[in-house]
């Protein structure tokens, strides 16, 4: 895919608020800057919203020229690879987790989370794209919410 038209948007370190960096590197048009004020490590441009909701449609899961084409064969024919990859996350999660509460923020089609479900986690998800949350919401159960971490609200925000 060429990124270089993608329509983007400039922003300041999302963790202090600093307008001042320098530049690491570029990836693939997007520019890697490190915050002069905190350190952060951050793409001083992102992608526009609008423009990411629309790069998550169907095609990104289907046909598109980006992202997970054939996303749902691929778990299904990899699904033995799927599950030890799980059980390596499962293991770094009981390590590091205080509880036994998630929110995976872009679990796509809710994979990893009905895994973890399965396993007594409390799980909930956080999907940009219309059709994958469905997805997980009606093949798993899920408690997954279309949108963005940013537009989340009281009323919708799960509690962790
Ligand atoms: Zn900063």
Redesign the pocket.
């Known amino acids: 895919m060429d990124w270089s038209s993608f329509p983007r948007e400039k922003t300041d370190?999302i963790?202090?608020?600093?307008s001042s960096s320098h530049l690491l590197s570029v990836q693939k048009t997007w520019p890697v800057v490190r915050?002069s004020?905190?350190?952060?490590v951050y793409l001083s441009e992102r992608p526009a919203e609008k423009a990411l909701t629309d790069m998550y449609s169907r095609a990104y899961y289907e046909d598109g020229d980006v992202g997970y084409r054939g996303y749902l064969r691929t778990y299904e024919k990899y699904h033995d690879t799927f599950m030890k990859i799980f059980s390596r996350r499962h293991r770094d999660l009981l390590h590091h987790a205080r509880g036994r509460r998630l929110l995976e923020i872009g679990c796509a089609y809710g994979f990893l989370l009905d895994y973890l479900g399965r396993r007594g986690w409390d799980v909930q998800g956080v999907e940009i794209s219309p059709l994958s949350s469905e997805y997980a919401r009606i093949n798993w159960g899920l408690m997954c919410i279309q949108g963005m971490l940013n537009q989340l609200t009281s009323r919708n925000t799960p509690t962790m």
């Open positions: 370190c963790l202090c608020g600093s915050c004020e905190c350190g952060l």
